[in-house]
């Protein structure tokens, strides 16, 4: 039989009513208690790191995931991490970043609704990633929720209130989970190397979406605060450079101050492919920009954290931000 650890840290499946709306306040112990049957599946052992609502998370609570999960990872079969779902996307991505090759599952997992509620999904998602989680197939990181598992680097919430709140972004879903069936349509790679774990991050990013109107001066801002920018374009991704509104002549200031700048596309679905204009063309190809293909938002600018905790060369930023990892970008 399999041992687990489940690390607890908040979110809306441990949360109770207050005068002031839901607070994470359940405990490890607490969630367990309302699935009598989880130990039947494995050996399942829990503890607390955190008790904040997703929104409070910050890179500090990614690093600290990933450094307990080190700590313990010769102790226990895999790990399942109960988490708000308002961040969780982040979260996987970041831990796909900081623990890299693992040949033992890390689920991430939550609930719309409490697990104290009378009708709540908490008590599928905890199961569904139990199961999960003792499959000989499962390794690396994911999100289980609502009867899918998603690779970490692929999740996105796309449903605030819904139960099917997360989809896989231009990627199949990994596993399809009924019950005690899993039905997994994405192999699992044999791990040719050994897991690595990282820890540093540098969060000094900022996405930035762009609307028509918006003021090219804005990077100059930025790039007094920040060091590596997403923007967030239109379509297939380009940046306007008519008129007035001339964002190519900024881009040449960030890349002569050693600045990284990703073009992303605002549309979900399908990527970015930002040679295809000459809106996109000009700003690839005289500049220092790379562009996030099919990438999520999300895992790309969590990647620039990774990568900027090792290195702000550009050339070796290009080299690893293009780099596959965990099934995040297809080339």
């Known amino acids: 039989m399999k041992k687990i650890l489940l690390l607890a840290t908040g979110g809306t499946i441990a949360s109770v009513k207050s005068d002031e709306g839901l607070v994470p306040a359940a405990t490890p112990a607490q969630l367990l208690a309302a699935l009598p049957d989880a130990q039947k599946l494995c050996r399942l052992e829990a503890r607390q790191l955190f008790n904040l609502d997703s929104t409070n998370f910050q890179p500090e609570h990614w690093l600290a995931l990933a450094a307990e999960i080190h700590r313990c990872y010769r102790e226990y079969d895999g790990f399942i991490i109960t988490h708000g779902t308002d961040t969780m996307a982040y979260t996987a991505a970041a831990l796909s970043y900081l623990v890299q090759n693992s040949e033992k599952p890390i689920v991430l997992t939550g609930a719309q609704r409490p697990i104290s509620d009378p009708v709540t999904d908490a008590k599928k998602n905890l199961l569904d990633s139990i199961r999960f989680a003792c499959r000989e197939q499962s390794q690396g990181v994911y999100i289980v929720f609502d009867g899918k598992?998603?690779?970490?680097?692929?999740?996105?919430?796309?449903?605030?209130?819904?139960?099917?709140a997360f989809e896989s972004i231009n990627y199949p879903v990994a596993a399809f989970i009924d019950e005690?069936?899993?039905?997994?349509?994405?192999?699992?790679?044999d791990q040719a190397q050994p897991v690595t774990f990282y820890n540093r991050l540098h969060p000094k990013v900022f996405v930035l979406k762009l609307i028509p109107g918006i003021e090219p001066e804005v990077l100059e801002y930025l790039s007094g605060h920040y060091d590596a920018i997403v923007i967030e374009s239109y379509g297939v991704g380009g940046v306007p450079f008519y008129g007035q509104r001339n964002f190519l002549e900024k881009l040449q200031a960030l890349t002569e101050s050693g600045k990284i700048v990703v073009i992303a596309t605002q549309v979900m679905l399908e990527g970015s492919d930002a040679e295809l204009y000459e809106?996109?063309?000009?700003?690839?190809?005289?500049?220092?920009?790379?562009?996030?293909?099919?990438?999520?938002?999300?895992?790309?600018?969590?990647?620039?954290?990774?990568?900027?905790?090792q290195t702000r060369d550009f050339a070796q930023v290009k080299r690893l931000f293009y780099r596959p990892i965990h099934h995040d970008v297809m080339l």
């Not at 598992?149 to 099917?164: M, N, P």
């Not at 005690?180 to 790679?189: A, G, K, N």
């Open 279 to 309: 809106v996109g063309f000009k700003a690839i190809n005289r500049y220092n920009v790379l562009q996030a293909y099919d990438m999520t938002v999300e895992a790309a600018a969590v990647k620039l954290m990774w990568i900027m905790g």
């Open 149 to 164: 598992a998603i690779l970490g680097t692929r999740a996105r919430k796309v449903r605030t209130k819904s139960y099917s």
């Open 180 to 189: 005690r069936r899993i039905l997994q349509y994405v192999d699992t790679e």
